[in-house]
T-cell receptor, first 108, second 116 residues
Framework: QKEVEQNSGPLSVPEGAIASLNCTYSDRVSQSFFWYRQYSGKSPELIMSIYSNGDKEDGRFTAQLNKASQYVSLLIRDSQPSDSATYLCAVGGGKLIFGQGTELSVKP | SAVISQKPSRDICQRGTSLTIQCQVDSQVTMMFWYRQQPGQSLTLIATANQGSEATYESGFVIDKFPISRPNLTFSTLTVSNMSPEDSSIYLC?????????????FGPGTRLTVL
């Protein structure tokens, strides 16, 4: 059974802080790794994709991938209240398997 | 990026009836998928909608319960048949618009289904 694990949270950080979201996966042959943001009552929105080991930065977001440790993370710098949402980690090599999501709350 | 629409956006249905959900994309896409998101849960893949052929279903999902059509590269339907309250969920279509190897999936707005 291929699994993707995330801490369910909620993760609470003050405005301006760095939020760190973590994800582990079980299938060693996975090739594609994604982070989605889902606001309450809305559908998931793709915010980051990463395919090779290391860091990938896009604005305030940094995705980190370590295939040896089967670990992928998302850092959100200068967190804003508008970042408050559930963040879903997804892993796949064709089909995507989603984690349970981490609820992030950014307090003003 | 592609614009994805779903109809209906929400519905309330009676037990034992069926509902067909439509997913329309404004441009041709390489792959289309159907997911279910039960209340407070993450996304579960129901099936891959294959253009011109039978859908590929995931474990626990069967064609009789969730028939899927994909007549062309921009449109797909999912039917939830013989509904029970356990089928109350959000149903989402997703598409891959770029290279399949990158597998970036984009989601439609979802259909919120309540079965009484």
């Amino acid at each position: 059974q291929k699994e993707v694990e995330q801490n369910s949270g909620p993760l609470s950080v003050p405005e301006g802080a760095i939020a760190s979201l973590n994800c582990t996966y079980s299938d060693r042959v996975s090739q594609s790794f994604f982070w989605y943001r889902q606001y309450s009552g809305k559908s998931p929105e793709l915010i980051m994709s990463i395919y090779s080991n290391g860091d990938k930065e896009d604005g305030r977001f940094t995705a980190q991938l370590n295939k040896a440790s089967q670990y992928v993370s998302l850092l959100i710098r200068d967190s804003q209240p508008s970042d408050s949402a559930t963040y879903l980690c997804a892993v796949g090599g064709g089909k995507l398997i989603f984690g349970q999501g981490t609820e992030l709350s950014v307090k003003p | 990026s592609a614009v994805i629409s779903q109809k209906p956006s929400r519905d309330i249905c009676q037990r034992g009836t069926s509902l067909t959900i439509q997913c329309q994309v404004d441009s041709q896409v390489t792959m289309m998928f159907w997911y279910r998101q039960q209340p407070g849960q993450s996304l579960t893949l129901i099936a891959t909608a294959n253009q011109g052929s039978e859908a590929t279903y995931e474990s626990g999902f069967v064609i009789d319960k969730f028939p899927i059509s994909r007549p062309n590269l921009t449109f797909s339907t999912l039917t939830v048949s013989n509904m029970s309250p356990e089928d109350s969920s959000i149903y989402l279509c997703s598409v891959v618009t770029g290279e399949v190897s990158y597998n970036e999936q984009f989601f439609g707005p979802g259909t919120r289904l309540t079965v009484l």
